[in-house]
């Protein structure tokens, strides 16, 4: 593996944009439109013109839309790197990956990374934003799908159900994860959902599929996000503070969901936090803020424990440890809310939160050490994972 240490300071990737669109039960703008709009906010933010732009990364989400025609709704010309990108959650840290390879390679110099979906629709029930467009399972999906399996509401159930029979984790240390989200996005004025809740609330919210009542479970939002990528060398002469990104990693298990797979106990985060920990030249304990992709409680309780913030099964214990999670705990995690109570565009989720966190700009929230920051992606069934670790120091 090559040592952020071995690039040159001047070639190492930084992140120089952030673009974010209105977000959450917004209604008109198509998919399409909140990508173009996420590109022009996160080029303003960066100081650029959309002429700088010599790469575009894009990545769709349920909804049509989000491809390779951004070029022209943009009126980009001559891209040096160009290409739609899917593995689901885990999309939005591979993205700033190839374009940190990219430029430091001298293929591009200044990346755009985009993600939009809009699955709400005005005057109908949020649950159908992703019910209504699943196909017909074939082969052994269907004979899941017979046994009652359908959508990744009762796969991460079985999950998370094989994670307490192991180990013996709890539903209220699961709620303790909603609750300490929560409070942050009470300091968020991007969070949908700021009102605070109580462990009671967590158990007397209705199941959606046991053992995940529906605070367990995230929003769903419509809207777009971009990123820019260039050398740390242009970033620094842009308008925002510079944010390194120091390492990264994938991981994809290839859960088959057939006898002797580890899902629910082993997640792909399990090699790719050490992979870009190693490449930052950093361990877990250098960590100050960690933003965890939490499409449910559970996702984040078997992420912190496979990165090696505590032990194997003893995720719930830590998390619902009094004094650990939330706005004064002693590990800042998920400090916008996260896609439990901000906003929901998968992997740009965490990742935004990310940067606003390494940049200082957090506001009410801001975490008073921010040097080394943490970002996973999941996408899937915990089929994909991501990590970035993003910093303010090269």
Known sequence: MTSRRETPARRRAAIAGLGLTELGKVYGPSARQFAAQAVRRAAADAGIGLSDIDGLLVSAGTTPGVDLSLQVDLGLRDLRLFTQMQAFGSTAGAMVQYAA????????DTVACVFADAPLQQGKATGAAYGG???TPTGWGSLLGSSGFAGPNSFYALAARRHMKTYGTTSEQLGAIAVAQRAWAAKNPLAQLRDPITLADHQASRFIAEPFHLLDCCLVSNGGAAVIVTSAERAATMAQPAVQVLGWGQAHPGNSFRRNDNLGLVSGAAQSGPAAMEMAGVTVDDIDVAEIYDCYTFTALLTLEDY????????????ATPGMLGPDGKLAVNTGGGQLSSYYLWGMTPLSEAIIQARGQGGERQVPKHDTVLVSGNGGILDHHSTLVLGTEG
Not at 308 to 319: A, H, N
Request: aromatic content about 8%.
């Open 133 to 135: 467009r699943r196909t």
């Open 308 to 319: 090696g913030f505590c032990g194997k099964g003893e995720g719930g214990e830590f998390v």
């Open 101 to 108: 390879m990219a430029v430091e390679a001298g293929m591009a």
